[in-house]
């Protein structure tokens, strides 16, 4: 699933950053909100289930665009291991942007709470009420949210290596500037 | 990590320590964020331990009001509620109910006559898919003023140290009040004879968009009949639940749901304060309970009465009590839920 591009198109770069930054900050807030019993706890509960379901549907979007556009080339020398890391990684980061959201949504459904986006706005359940699904479901979130962060934060150091160190144009690949694709 | 081949500088120690130094900055403010080097932050789980008795808590429940029965019933709204709050649960019409009476006691087998607090949750469920839950009880005010007093309250409550509630209450002159109302209050033999109180302030959201800060109250249609503590501990550890299956079998109970409108200036934000008895009620409908049922396996068991569970056209106020109940309910649910081997269905109700 490789394309001639040197760089991934424009919309997966502007989705690649815009979700950067809603992921980063559903994970402080899904840490943080459960921390506090401060009236913080509700704001933060009432951005992390909208917040949340936006995820799922642009990593959707996203799923499609990486099926339909592939991704750039790695730098060919890089070593066999490090590039099934990177391979591996784009599984496992798509995997906890779609699973996170239905795992939440299933958890909130278990519990029999409703699951309010805004306002009036909800969604139906999607399991039946199950305390042992809940109790699954909700452990599963919980360390998968720890997961996530770690996995990002292994994304981010292995980044810059890949730009201050090799700077070998895998950073460029994805680099958030609006410039015209260069076909090889 | 290899050596760059393309890189002509040698070890980049430099550059691989700004690399280092990024992953860690985000790493400490997220284990901030968790709270994680703020040991004083009062988390939704110090506020659920304090409420445990000295034995530790009863796995599978509810980690306060753990002794309850379930109900099922109805709503039906009157209309009036509408001008002062858009959600369609006050449209004239019948709604459906789910419910629990419940004591205000972490301990799930107390004998009913110990327990001062008396207490009902209760979720109406409107057909477009909203639901309004909350969880009332009968004492007209709160103990305390904010979450960190009640956390304090029980922490005083539950200390070896004999002088802790003296000095609780010196520090806390608010609670003589509740105090006054729980020694001198009259006491009642049925969760039907209960007047139950929302306490904390909300705010009906009108079709206009205008707030109006309010509480709310069950006012039962059955009159209270005093009666003294002492010949309610002469009656069998589960009296009220008795009582209240046998008295809903004989016919479906009421209650009405007034709303009291604050003034402007009137203490919302704490419900340790009464509003003054003159302000302004409404009548928005009566609450039927038509069938009662055990909790182990009835419709309530699996249901977290978070008041926080609002339609549109109710939201929280200034009181920041909601959210603080919200957290620690959630806590609550997610440790009972994990627990259920502790408190199983039965044979029969296993197959609902």
Redesign the interface.
């Known amino acids: 699933m490789t394309t001639s591009r040197k760089r991934f198109t424009a919309p997966q770069r502007l989705l690649h950053w815009l979700m950067a930054i809603c992921i980063l900050s559903m994970l402080f807030i899904g840490v943080g909100m459960v921390s506090t019993i401060t009236p913080k706890y509700l704001t933060l509960v009432q951005i992390h289930k909208p917040l949340g379901i936006a995820i799922l549907v642009l990593a959707l979007i996203r799923l499609v665009l990486r099926i339909v556009y592939g991704a750039p080339a790695l730098p060919a020398d890089l070593p066999e291991p490090i590039k099934l890391a990177a391979n591996l990684s784009q599984y496992i980061f798509y995997a906890l942007m779609i699973g996170m959201p239905l795992i939440g949504w299933g958890m909130l459904s278990a519990a029999s709470y409703p699951v309010v986006l805004f306002g009036s706005v909800h969604l139906p359940p999607i399991l039946p009420v199950s305390p042992g699904l809940h109790t699954l479901l909700w452990r599963a979130h919980y360390c998968l949210a720890f997961a996530f962060f770690v996995f990002i934060l292994m994304h981010v150091g292995a980044i810059l290596f890949h730009k201050l160190v090799r700077n070998d144009g895998v950073f460029e690949a994805m680099a958030p500037v609006l410039t015209r694709d260069q076909p090889k | 990590?290899?050596e760059?081949?393309?890189?002509p500088e040698s070890f980049?120690i430099k550059?691989?320590l700004?690399?280092?130094a990024?992953?860690a900055v985000?790493?400490v403010?997220?284990a901030y964020?968790?709270?994680w080097l703020s040991p004083h932050?009062?988390?939704?789980e110090k506020?659920v331990a304090s409420l445990a008795p000295p034995g530790g808590p009863a796995l599978g429940h509810r980690r306060n009001h753990a002794k309850g029965i379930c109900f099922t019933g109805t709503f039906e709204a009157n209309g009036d509620g509408s001008a002062l709050s858009r959600a369609p649960v006050f449209v004239r019409g019948q709604y459906p109910v789910v419910g629990r009476f419940n004591l205000g006691s972490p301990v799930p087998n107390v004998a009913d006559a110990m327990v001062r607090v008396r207490g009902i949750g209760i979720s109406i469920k409107t057909p477009?898919?909203?639901?309004w839950r909350s969880a009332m009880i009968n004492a007209p005010i709160f103990p305390v003023s904010t979450?960190q007093d009640f956390y304090e309250l029980q922490t005083s409550a539950g200390s070896k140290d004999p002088d802790a509630m003296k000095r609780f209450i010196a520090a806390h002159p608010g609670f003589t009040t509740f105090l006054g109302w729980a020694k001198g209050a009259p006491w009642t033999g049925s969760f039907a004879e209960e007047s139950y109180n929302s306490l904390d302030s909300f705010l009906f959201v009108d079709g206009a968009g205008t707030e109006h800060p309010i509480r709310w109250s069950l006012v039962p249609v059955a009159p209270p009949v005093s009666i003294s503590p002492d010949e309610l501990a002469k009656r069998g550890p589960d009296f009220l639940e008795e009582e209240i299956t046998q008295r809903v079998a004989a016919s479906p109970q009421r209650w009405s749901l007034v709303v009291t409108v604050a003034n402007p200036g009137d203490p919302t934000a704490d419900p340790n304060k009464a509003w003054p008895a003159d302000r302004r009620t409404v009548n928005v409908g009566t609450l039927l309970v038509q069938q009662i049922e055990p909790e182990r396996d009835g419709p309530c068991r699996?249901?977290?009465f978070?008041p926080?569970?609002l339609?549109?056209g109710i939201t929280?106020s200034d009181d920041?009590f909601?959210?603080?109940r919200?957290?620690?309910y959630s806590r609550s649910?997610?440790s009972r839920?994990?627990e259920?081997s502790n408190y199983p269905h039965t044979a029969t109700g296993a197959s609902q």
């Not at chain 2, 932050?41 to 939704?44: A, D, E, K, S």
């Not at chain 2, 477009?128 to 639901?131: I, L, P, V």
């Open positions: 990590m290899p760059s081949p393309s890189s980049p550059r691989l700004i690399i280092a990024v992953v985000a790493a403010a997220f964020t968790a709270g932050r009062l988390t939704p506020l477009d898919g909203q639901e979450p699996e249901i977290n978070d926080t569970v339609p549109a929280t920041p909601p959210a603080a919200s957290a620690a649910y997610n839920t994990a259920e």
